[in-house]
């Protein structure tokens, strides 16, 4: 596809925020990978986010970050859009992502402003503006705050997509005030996507026009998390709050087993581990729950499936 | 009304957190009160609070706020059901609030967490239920981290609303995928209300299943945040989706001239005596807008009263 | 004495930050208020502050904080210059704390921001501009950071003391670099005195300048406190060092055997409790500890004890 | 050097954290960085440290980061220790970092938690564990909470420490009170380094035991920040005050003339630049200083001249 091409056909759905499989050694668990990337096919998702927050971008040394885009390519043949996550503090290595991922026939890249430095709105727009002119690919920005510390005012964000290799946005604030603000101030250009990371409020957000979600749990249940979307996109509200009760289940049973603010990801990644479908290491500094919590996740998966009325995961 | 009646009638739509009209010498501005509140009324609000955020409580002396409980009662009437908040650092002084809410026939009582000392969770727990045994009327937790610095988890509210005075939750966090956990954690209790601070989300809230909006803006428009609780209530989505850039428009016009966090409540202020309701006095730390903002504020309300369609307020 | 006598005798030296004994039902100690100031008198102490953080006087209603201030004026009987602390959200609260600290013969009163809206320099400005001039008596400024959310820049400070009621500073942000601009921006206000909070940091801080130390651990251990201000002041730098690694003793023991942030207060009152001086109850939302966590400071109190070299406390 | 040999010889005095010259293209600025060394080898201060927050690390591609480290060596000659900062948030990247140290020859390397996911006490502990075990070269844990987010307990500190390839700490935490409780943690283990980070803080954690300070103004006025070294080693405390009155006038003068947090790093690259040492250029995403802000660098730069009564540093 060519950068035209890519931008006629928008986006819309659920975009997984893939994991990274990871192996003992670090390197990237190939099986687990294509194990995975074939479950959320058959889930139906709309679209691949590798390298994102839930895939230990950060985690990964520049090395492991190609292999994870190369791997995924060759996995996905191309079957669903591919975004890359091209974050990072150093502007040159960011674009240096960005043309393994050209390379590798993604969709788009997402960046999140640097995350060492905190940044002004007036920074960010100079960075963005910068950065955007060393791409290859379409950009989504990717508003992250609690790890980068800066959030993405809603007047920079329409500055910064002025340019029309800007194509959307990708909100894991969590606030809902503000991400009304976002899509107000881009009222006036339709074809701008908006996207929304915590899965616990992606449902209401597309009933008020978003594009759709880029669901941690799509990993996992990638159906439950279809079938959310396209009862929203329907505006089905009494479907909506049904599947959102089974949402919910899956956010408070497997992402708040640890005591820390990791364990959503480690929870995910244990859960991953107990249906089958990948290994349960997490990147550095995060390690792997121990016999307790894994048997925690266990019994929560076990009555996550019966509540989901059928065996999506486990022997699958 | 007694305890049960109150319990009975379930609460929902908007709830107005009624600004505090002052003179210039720190008193209740009585005639500017009586038309806000008549104002309000008018435009169908389902209910009115008092002396919470929007109403500069912590702002106001101890008898600055037993006035304004006295003189709101007075005027209202028991026209609407009269919530009251009692916020403050010294249970014996919220207490002592709540027999004067009491008094004057409020239907229940609201209450943030104690915001000098930052809390914990067990605090919390400990807290609210001595404040609640000493309290003659039901409670409504009230969530504002931004000013309380700590906000009740999903399961403290759970813990508190064991005790059936605890009647209801008032979240102005803005934070979308929390609101849903907490409403997920009272799942097993229908009766327990859940209301957004917000007005940029209060619409997607309510076709989520939450029971209204505590929202500023209707201090001023009342009639439009009437219509956009309704339309989401129906589950209209087109129609919620037309009156929330109304929504929009008022917010991004009114509450954001100044260049401080403040500028909400004093922007509020301003856009009410620029549509002749009441003095744009804030109290300390405070000071109203001068003569430039003011014509910003002027500016904003003849656009929106414009988009409004009719002449809500200005020389109603 | 009048304002002009107060501001002729500077002060210099460890003020205690009083911390406020308190009863089983709410009301003041008197017994344990009196023993802890002649407590506190025997142990050399240069001062008295009331109705600070450490005396939770937010946690006070306002009758206890006026008995408070009351009792303490009759039980000192101007042995010891008193300093009272009026902050409060409302400023009118504040300013009838003042009259009350005017009646009751305070050398001064001290007041942090208001603490529910941050506020951003100009408005503490204005602010305090407006308090100064409700005073019946000179004013420091209180900067505690962790709990108002804002501090003050160090040009507001300069600002502020261009009245010459504004006569000193107490910094507890426990940031060194910061109260070194502080100290820098006032080197031409030689009078204007400046206090430090936390014990840990004062003795450098006197070496630096500083005119003393506002340490909660005075309370307890009052001579230990001025004897090592008296060596910071005499440029002992070999004892300053000696003393040093007692009060550390004292803070890792005493303040931080609870699991929060409440731990410093708790702890403290718990060891004057052990100590026989006063009550352990802290006022809401504080609870005691329980029967575990006093073993573990009467421990750590023997063990200081012995550090210190003399019953300093207990069965005195 | 070999690991012992290094050990044996502790560091102590002034530390330059050195600012890293860029050519307008990205490059190292090769002739600025020969000649900042030689400034500050002639300044005599007692060691240098490249790729810290000063040097901009995060913001520079692993390329750029080897590259600096291998300009520096030629450049240094083992005139000086040299300390490497290998901070990253892969574990990976910043063992290959260390490696290019070993072979540049340098004495230690430092490195902060990881950046972007935040970390609890004992995730730091394992991801210390393991960095440490992957090391060629002793190591310097780095404080610095405002950009990590997170701050090493004392405790955390003192359990890491327990391998002796562990051997200091540089705290630019800002915060007097924790660095005394990590003093005093680190206690038993003299040879263990304390090094303070801000300029304004550093004579008098010198006076309380710390070894000496990793001051960024030193890359500007290298004699200044050794005499006040020497004055705080050598207990004179008239010095003392005497020479930080001049460090308040750099850190008031030089690094506050932007609007935001990076007006440190841009304020002290463009007096470099004045002083015709080096480039002004920063790395994205921050931005040079425009004609009026230099403007205003150049009157403070002549200012401060004048102040340390001698030409320090233009046209020499």
Redesign the interface.
Known sequence: MNMKDRQSKLLEGIIVPLVTPLSGN?GVDIEGLNNLIEHVIRGGVHGIFILG?TGEA???????REEMIKETSLILRDRLPLLVGISD?????SA?LSQKAHEAGAYAVVAT????????Q???I??FE?LVSLLPLPLFLYNMPV?T?VAFDPKTIKRIAQNDKVIGFKDSS????????VM?AM?DNPEFMIFVG?E??T???V???ANGGVNGGANLFPELYVQLYNAAKS?D?EK??HL??KV?RV??GIYSKG????SYLIGLKCALSVAGICSDFP?????HFDKERRNEIEKAMKEIENVLGNKHVINS
């Open positions: 670090g927050t950060q985690s990964l040394s520049m090395k492991q503090t150093s502007i040159s290595d240096a402003p640097p995350y060492y430095f905190a940044t002004e007036s920074e960010l100079e960075y910068n790890h510390k969590s606030n809902g005030a503000y991400l009304q603000a107000y009222r915590p616990e409020m449902a209401e957000m009933l008020m026009g505006h509200i909506v709050r959102q009760q919910m956010s408070t005591k820390y603010g990791s990147a550095m500094p995060f390690v």
